[in-house]
């Protein structure tokens, strides 16, 4: 794998580029989010808004915005995209709360613990539909097409996911597929979208979708990594959360099987359910750190992170295309 992953710099890396070059567009996309999840019924909007203002960074119609930018498209369909790509991302937030019963989201208690399952379930499928309304409305059935593959494969993912909890056997090929459909898909079709209203040609689109594929693979890894590495004022959800609920995650899969027979011992008892203190927790941070589990899931995500910059090779140049690296960057260099 990569030791490292390019840099444009010796800076510390950030969104701040990607920010400032679709401030304008992110304005129209917010507008539109904003017009869209309104409803006559109070608690739509009430709950939705909780979590969309929530201070997350909205990386995913950035991407669809960014990539427009660098391949010079000047129109306006990609910004009712955009929005549809944040509803359906909000969307799989509500259900996986749910689904993980988690108490937490982004530093701030989930739409589930204040309002309930039910409605957040309700207003996850509210926002789903809104997202299939924006779709149409961008007239391009080829991005629809996209987006709703997308969606199918983002739940195929989930479901992967929960048929896969508590198995300690869990493989790093299903671990992959698993990541590469419920977090990859959305960044591939999100890089992609553009491409196809720009009327781009294929080998264009192609590219976009692997450079959100593999950001997207990146920024699961890192992620992964993070739950134990973080507190909870870093990963904005309780640190260990991916232990409790029996998430067997590629640091877990290192760890096991690089462990001992004591230590895999330890593992199938905490995956399946029968070790999760605080103590539990702590002694699964000191068997990923001591078989270097973390260490080389972040070499997997900067191997990933220099596919997803080499993918845009074929592109010129440009602001455009330093923020789309530097976006990157970052996503790796969140776990240091």
Same mark, same amino acid.
């Given at each position: 794998m990569s030791a490292s992953i390019h840099r444009l710099s010796g800076r510390t890396p950030s969104l701040d580029?990607?920010? !400032? @070059?679709?401030?304008?567009?992110?304005?129209?996309?917010?507008?539109?989010?904003?017009? /869209?999840?309104?409803?006559?019924?109070?608690?739509?909007?009430?709950?939705? &808004?909780?979590?969309?203002? &929530?201070? %997350?960074? /909205?990386?995913?119609?950035? @991407?669809?915005?960014?990539?427009?930018?660098?391949?010079?498209?000047? %129109?306006? $369909?990609?910004h009712r995209l955009a929005a549809a790509v944040e509803f359906i991302h909000t969307a799989t937030l509500l259900h996986d709360d749910v689904v993980d019963g988690s108490d937490l989201r982004r530093g701030k208690r989930t739409a589930n613990i204040i309002w309930g399952n039910?409605?957040?379930? @309700?207003? &996850?499928d509210f926002l789903f539909s809104r997202s299939f309304e924006l779709m149409v409305e961008a007239d391009s059935l080829k991005s629809l097409k996209i987006l709703s593959h997308a969606s199918a494969v983002i739940a195929e993912g989930e479901v992967n996911q929960l048929t896969a909890v508590r198995r300690v056997d869990l493989g790093e090929d299903r671990y992959l597929d698993i990541i590469g459909a419920k977090t990859a898909a959305l960044f591939a079709a999100a890089c992609r979208i553009s491409a196809v209203v720009a009327e781009r040609p294929d080998a264009e689109e192609e590219a976009l979708d +692997?450079?959100?594929?593999?950001? %997207?693979? +990146?920024?699961?890894?890192?992620? !992964?990594?993070?739950?134990?590495?973080?507190?909870?004022?870093?990963?904005?959800? !309780?640190? &260990? !959360?991916?232990?409790?609920?029996?998430?067997?995650?590629?640091?877990?899969i290192l760890a096991y099987a690089r462990g001992s027979a004591e230590d895999r011992t330890f593992w199938k008892d905490a995956i399946e359910g029968r070790r999760s203190s605080d103590a539990d927790f702590a002694q699964a941070i000191? @068997?990923? $750190?001591?078989? $270097? +589990?973390v260490d080389d899931t972040l070499a997997r995500a900067r191997h990933y992170g220099q596919r997803a910059i080499d993918a845009l090779g074929p592109f010129a140049g440009g602001a455009a295309k330093d923020a789309m690296v530097e976006a990157v960057e970052f996503a790796v260099a969140r776990a240091y």
């Open positions: 580029p990607m920010i !400032d @070059l679709v401030t304008a567009d992110m304005n129209a996309v917010n507008a539109v989010i904003l017009d /869209r999840m309104q409803s006559q019924i109070p608690l739509i909007p009430k709950l939705a &808004g909780h979590l969309i203002a &929530g201070g %997350g960074k /909205r990386m995913r119609p950035m @991407l669809t915005l960014a990539s427009a930018k660098l391949i010079g498209y000047t %129109g306006t $369909r990609h039910p409605a957040s379930v @309700l207003v &996850g +692997a450079y959100g594929r593999y950001l %997207g693979i +990146a920024f699961q890894l890192v992620d !992964d990594a993070i739950d134990y590495t973080s507190d909870a004022g870093t990963m904005g959800k !309780d640190a &260990g !959360d991916d232990f409790r609920e029996g998430k067997v995650t590629l640091p877990v000191e @068997l990923v $750190r001591a078989t $270097r +589990a």
